[in-house]
């Protein structure tokens, strides 16, 4: 017997299968298109159904592919176009079933903050006239978390807030003192385009009936 036939290593290089390079860019410039839907309700909402119905609720649907990540949890969508998948980051918070979902891209999916976001257009109710200056509303929806953007010029207050889905609960009400009012004031937010979450903790992945940790209501 050859003591050398069996030796390992002695032509490994011959065992390893290289992509082509045109294949690899191919992938890449199609991970570059793609958007993760994070389902934060399985119970109620199913995978292979969003595939179906969130290119509808787009108006995507001869433009985006889909396939499922994870069963019943992580949907990809791929997009024939970087401004379509702009447009739905641009138009969300979405929701399927009435529950929220969470959108990141692909290409974030090495970031810590994965799929952990959701971006609301919050409305705040209670701050006194006097005290409605960016700083004051930035300082307060900081409360509930990052503030991307601010509008006062209208009848209602309004800021644009990044905020943590997976390891907080929402917000809907804080008490407040403003400088010469001697009593807290109550401040509350109202989430748009929110709809179902749970009443009792502010959790966005079950309903109140089914809260591990029912608590007085927080709306």
Same mark, same amino acid.
């Given at each position: 017997?050859?003591?050398?036939?069996?030796?390992?290593?002695? @032509?490994?290089?011959?065992?390893?299968?290289? $992509?082509?390079?045109?294949?690899?860019?191919?992938? *890449?410039?199609?991970?570059?298109?793609?958007?993760?839907? /994070?389902?934060? *309700?399985? /119970?109620?909402?199913?995978?292979?159904?969003?595939?179906?119905?969130?290119?509808?609720?787009?108006? $995507?649907?001869?433009?985006?592919?889909? %396939?499922?990540?994870?069963? *019943?949890?992580?949907? /990809?969508?791929? $997009?024939?176009?970087?401004?379509?998948?702009?447009?739905?980051?641009?138009?969300?918070?979405?929701?399927?079933?009435?529950? %929220?979902?969470?959108?990141?891209?692909?290409?974030?999916?090495? *970031?810590? @903050?994965?799929?952990?976001?959701?971006?609301?257009?919050?409305?705040?109710?209670?701050?006194?006239?006097?005290?409605?200056?960016?700083?004051?509303?930035?300082?307060?929806?900081?409360?509930?978390?990052?503030?991307?953007?601010?509008?006062?010029?209208?009848?209602?207050?309004?800021?644009?807030?990044?905020?943590?889905?997976?390891?907080?609960?929402?917000?809907?009400?804080?008490?407040?003192? $403003?400088?010469?009012?001697?009593?807290?004031?109550?401040?509350?937010?109202?989430?748009?385009?929110?709809? %179902?979450?749970?009443?009792?903790?502010?959790?966005?992945?079950?309903? /109140?009936?089914?809260?591990?940790?029912?608590?007085?209501?927080?709306?």
């Amino acid at each position: 017997m050859d003591n050398h036939a069996m030796e390992p290593g002695a @032509d490994d290089d011959d065992d390893v299968f290289v $992509f082509p390079p045109e294949v690899l860019q191919a992938i *890449n410039e199609e991970n570059q298109r793609s958007l993760i839907v /994070k389902l934060l *309700n399985p /119970k109620i909402q199913k995978s292979r159904e969003i595939s179906v119905a969130l290119p509808k609720a787009w108006r $995507f649907t001869g433009s985006v592919r889909s %396939m499922t990540l994870v069963y *019943n949890s992580e949907v /990809k969508f791929i $997009f024939e176009s970087e401004s379509d998948l702009l447009w739905v980051l641009d138009q969300g918070p979405w929701t399927f079933k009435d529950w %929220m979902l969470v959108i990141d891209r692909f290409t974030e999916r090495e *970031n810590p @903050d994965f799929l952990r976001f959701v971006s609301f257009w919050v409305d705040m109710f209670g701050i006194p006239w006097d005290y409605r200056h960016s700083e004051v509303i930035k300082e307060i929806g900081s409360l509930l978390g990052q503030v991307l953007e601010i509008d006062n010029q209208g009848p209602v207050v309004r800021a644009r807030i990044r905020i943590d889905v997976v390891s907080k609960d929402l917000d809907f009400v804080r008490r407040v003192i $403003f400088g010469r009012y001697a009593e807290p004031v109550e401040v509350r937010f109202v989430y748009e385009k929110l709809k %179902m979450f749970c009443q009792a903790c502010g959790s966005l992945t079950h309903h /109140k009936a089914l809260c591990p940790r029912p608590r007085t209501n927080r709306v």
